[in-house]
Nanobody
């Protein structure tokens, strides 16, 4: 059974930082690519960032490139999203997902966490 639990969300002022974690309980975590997606109130889910199984390859949406950093620790079965210079438009529920390859398409991911809420006040 796969469990994915996000943590680290909260309320932060614009310009601030947060680090999200996604703790994963699954076989062969280190063989899966991991992605982060977010959904703002009243909007569609959107891709944020992804990292390959080794951590050697990353992918970012244009809206977060240069501000967010995705990483993983395969020894801890955990993936991270470091978020700097946060903006009000970064507000949403952030979810991690596991799939075969880093992709901006949510359909490429098989497993999803429940999400953690991030609120950025302007």
């Amino acid at each position: 059974q796969v469990q994915m639990v996000e943590s680290g969300g909260g309320l932060v002022r614009a310009g601030g930082s947060l680090t999200l974690s996604c703790a994963v309980s699954m076989r062969d975590f280190s063989t899966y690519a991991m992605g982060w997606f977010r959904q703002a109130p009243g909007k569609e889910r959107e891709f944020v960032a992804a990292v390959s199984w080794s951590g050697g390859s990353t992918l970012y949406s244009d809206s977060v490139k240069g501000r967010f950093t995705v990483s993983r620790d395969n020894a801890k079965d955990t993936v991270y999203l470091q978020m700097n210079s946060l903006k009000a438009e970064d507000t949403g529920v952030y979810s991690c997902a596991a799939g075969d390859r880093p992709s901006m398409d949510g359909r490429a991911y098989y497993y999803w966490g429940q999400g953690t809420r991030v609120t950025v006040s302007s």
